[in-house]
């Protein structure tokens, strides 16, 4: 039979894609199926028809897998935030640990890589030390609401509707921040509606208010509260930071960045410090690290420091080895190595990260790290440095062809790759598979509720 857009089909789901849709098969052609886990039975529409795949929707849920529990935020679904609630978080460790050994195994085309169970996050809610709000000029309605008769205001504040720019739910909370952070939303929240400027309009690209980007720091339990902004007026946000920091002690650090950018991004082009200090303190294990508004630091700390230790143990020093450490950031990891290493050497090449790290080291006495500001396909081969043991942590498009000649090149006796994104993992492994072998690969969950998983991967030089 073939399968056509708008057909309608009672469907089996039998597996999860990397990217969180269910998977069903009509007459051997894959359908996928958002919303859905394994075991389920639906009624689906087809919505898109491929040469090699289909997408369907589903109108209806005919069975329910013993997979599948009862999220417990009304925004499931329909929120862009964390599309896997609806799946008991154990099965959710074994997709995901089977994602990464699916990529090693058919992208990568590597055999036999022992690929651990997932390491579970100590938290599934309110694990996120940052989140990020958006502000519209129209409010987007859930099904149940548009059912109600309610009417979409002018203004909202939240998170976006998947795969969209300009959907933006008015979110009331968030389970995945701590509940501070939900009553710090709801208190800007307020203030913008009654402040007489506007909200940012997404596709007029006209308004006032943008972002709301809230910052928690674990160790301390004190928040920063970053307002972006389309123009400066402190008339309008020193009130908002003078009222957040008087409500709540918790609140240490209140900024705005003010960006005219088009560009749907929470970064400001300046930032003015409004109230408290411009920054926070967070630790990963005794370290203590300083976060600003803009620096990168894992939005799951205790996840971190699982992951840190992980890469620690799969480094294997003993004290005498010279360590590079590539696409190094704030040097979270190379000073939770430094004590371990001869010298740890970090390459980075946003500024501002370096220039964190460099300050992290001092704050923690470290005196054996050093970094380089530049792009690393340009300055690797002038690190003036034969590593022993190689760190890599690439963003999730992984690393660029002329980095990897260059790793190959300098040819470490051993590579601790961390990554975010399997597929790029095991392309990446893939070209590295002739110089080297990979020993383990171990899934850890930094992202309840999400299809996302950080891996460590341990490779030995052949």
């Known amino acids: 039979m073939a399968v056509k ?3 309608v089909h009672d469907l089996t789901i039998d597996n999860i894609a990397f990217g969180g849709k269910g998977i069903a098969r009509i007459e051997g052609l894959a ?4 919303q859905t886990v394994p075991g389920d039975r639906v009624r689906a529409r087809v919505v898109k028809k491929k040469k090699n795949f289909a997408e369907a929707r589903i109108e209806e849920l005919l069975e329910p897998s013993p997979d599948r529990v009862v999220p417990p935020c009304p925004y499931s679904g329909f929120c862009g935030g964390c599309k896997w609630q609806f799946l008991a978080y154990d099965r959710q460790l074994v997709y995901k640990r089977r ?3 699916e990529a090693i195994e058919h992208i990568g085309l590597i ?3 022992d690929v651990l169970p997932t390491v579970a996050s100590e938290r599934v809610f309110g ?9 519209s000029d129209r409010q987007w309605l859930l099904p149940e609401e548009m059912a109600a008769g309610v009417k979409a205001s002018g203004f909202a504040l939240g998170l976006h509707v998947p795969g969209t720019y300009n959907k933006v739910l008015d979110t009331q909370a968030c389970l995945l921040q701590p509940d501070l952070g939900n009553h710090i939303m709801e ?6 509606k009654n402040a007489g400027l506007p909200p940012y309009g997404l596709k007029s690209h006209e308004g006032f208010w943008r972002f709301l980007m809230l910052r928690h720091s674990v160790s301390r339990d004190q928040w920063m509260v970053n307002i972006i902004t389309a123009s400066e007026n402190l008339s309008v946000v020193m009130p908002l930071a003078e009222a957040l920091v008087a409500a709540h002690p918790e609140v240490v650090s209140v900024v705005n960045n003010i960006t005219a950018r088009r560009a749907g991004v929470a970064v400001g082009e300046t930032e003015v410090p409004l109230a408290g200090q411009p920054y ?9 690290f300083k976060i600003s508004a803009n620096s990168f630091f894992q939005t799951n700390t205790r996840g971190a420091e699982s992951l840190y230790g992980i890469v620690r143990a799969y480094a294997g020093l003993t004290g005498g080895e010279t360590v590079l450490d590539l696409y190094c950031g704030t040097g979270t990891i190379a000073i939770c190595l430094a004590a371990a290493a001869k010298e740890v050497i970090g390459i980075e090449m946003v500024a501002s990260a370096v220039d964190d790290a460099r300050e992290n080291c001092r704050r923690n006495q470290v005196s054996n790290c050093r970094f380089i500001h530049g792009d690393i396909k340009d300055v690797l081969a002038g690190a003036a440095a034969v590593p022993d043991v190689m760190i890599i942590d690439p963003p999730r498009v992984g690393m660029h062809q002329r980095v990897v000649e260059q790793v190959l090149e300098l040819a470490p006796e051993r590579i601790v790759y961390v990554s975010c994104n399997p597929a790029t993992l095991a392309r990446d492994l893939a070209l590295m598979a002739d110089r080297y072998r990979v020993t383990e690969a171990q899934p850890v969950d930094l992202f309840p509720h999400t299809f996302h998983i950080e891996t460590v991967a341990r490779l030995e030089r052949v």
Do not use: P, W
């Not at 359908?31 to 958002?34: M, Q, R, S, Y």
């Open 5 to 7: 857009k708008g057909q």
């Open 31 to 34: 359908v996928f199926v958002d």
């Open 99 to 101: 994602h990464v050994a």
């Open 111 to 113: 055999q036999g890589v």
């Open 127 to 135: 694990y996120r030390n940052k989140m990020e709000f958006s502000c």
């Open 187 to 192: 208190e800007v929240r307020q203030y913008m």
């Open 280 to 288: 926070l303190t967070d630790a990963i294990g005794h370290f203590q």
